[in-house]
């Protein structure tokens, strides 16, 4: 308990001071890639020149990526909820998951039929997944399995408990299993931890977990992380069912044209 209000507070300070920065930051690398792109296309520029102005926009695309996930992970109060078919939000991701990790990485889909909805922000989610599916990549350099499964799940008030006031019920569970490297016990314990990374410098921020983390709790969901070393790792996110909706329905997806087949 002692640990997680430790948590919390450490959250609190660092999403404060984070987002203050973090908005006014990105609008001036905005304007840097904006110049910069402009010098690019310039007729004057010779080679040389040219490698050197893509390295300075690699350099910016990067700190615009830091400040994107500064801003994703100190958002308080979350965006505007929908009600959101997650299997939906998934397929639409099916592209960018694929283009995400590498070749040699298999990624295989199990959506549950009749997926119960949920109440979030579609686009914070999409967010965590990509946070999830890089983690996974990065823990599989030669290769490997990522599994991405939904399921609906009763869940019992100790299992489902992160907010004092969370309660048993009905969530849609969201699982993310690889079969990279693992996590050490110290990693485990501190993977929520903004800021905790174990990758080498200018490659993590260790935002990821604590964005994905965040955004499950603002919505009254959990996270739990499984990992053992040299056997992969599973995340299970766990998100309330939508009350007073009916299941995720084919209705949807016929008005949006996406019904498979
Ligand atoms: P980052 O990815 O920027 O390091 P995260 O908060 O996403 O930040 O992750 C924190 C740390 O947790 C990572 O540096 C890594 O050590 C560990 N981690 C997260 N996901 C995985 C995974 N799927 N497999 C192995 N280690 C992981």
Redesign the pocket.
């Known amino acids: 308990m002692e640990e997680a209000l430790r948590r919390a507070q450490k959250m609190d300070a660092i999403g404060q001071l984070s987002g203050g920065i973090a908005h006014d930051f990105n609008n001036q690398l905005g304007i840097v890639i904006g110049y910069l792109d402009i010098l690019k296309n310039d007729a004057g520029i010779d080679d040389r020149s040219g490698k050197w102005i893509d390295t300075a926009t690699r350099a910016t695309l990067r700190c615009m990526d830091l400040t994107r996930q500064l801003l994703a992970f100190s958002r308080k109060k979350g965006l505007e909820k929908d009600i959101v078919d997650l299997n939906a939000v998934l397929e639409d991701l099916e592209t960018m998951v694929s283009r995400s990790v590498t070749p040699e990485i298999e990624v295989q889909y199990f959506l549950a039929d009749e997926l119960w909805q949920t109440e979030i922000n579609a686009g914070e989610f999409q967010d965590a997944i990509l946070?999830?599916v890089?983690?996974?990549r990065?823990?599989m350099p030669g290769g490997g399995k990522l599994l991405i499964e939904t399921t609906n799940r009763w869940l019992d008030a100790d299992y489902a408990a992160i907010n004092p006031e969370t309660t048993a019920g009905d969530y849609v569970e969201l699982m993310i299993s690889?079969t990279?490297?693992?996590?050490d016990g110290e990693?485990l314990e501190r993977?929520?931890e903004p800021f905790?990374?174990?990758?080498p410098e200018g490659?993590?921020?260790?935002?990821?977990?604590?964005m994905v983390y965040g955004f499950a709790r603002r919505y009254g969901g959990n996270v739990k992380v499984y990992?053992e070393v040299g056997v992969?790792?599973t995340?299970r996110m766990y998100l309330p069912r939508a009350t007073g909706e009916a299941h995720a329905g084919s209705s949807d997806m016929v008005e949006r044209g996406e019904l498979p087949g």
């Open positions: 946070n999830l890089i983690n996974a990065d823990a690889d990279g490297t693992g996590m990693t993977v929520f905790f990374t174990t990758k490659r993590g921020t260790g935002l990821g977990m604590a990992s992969g790792t995340v």
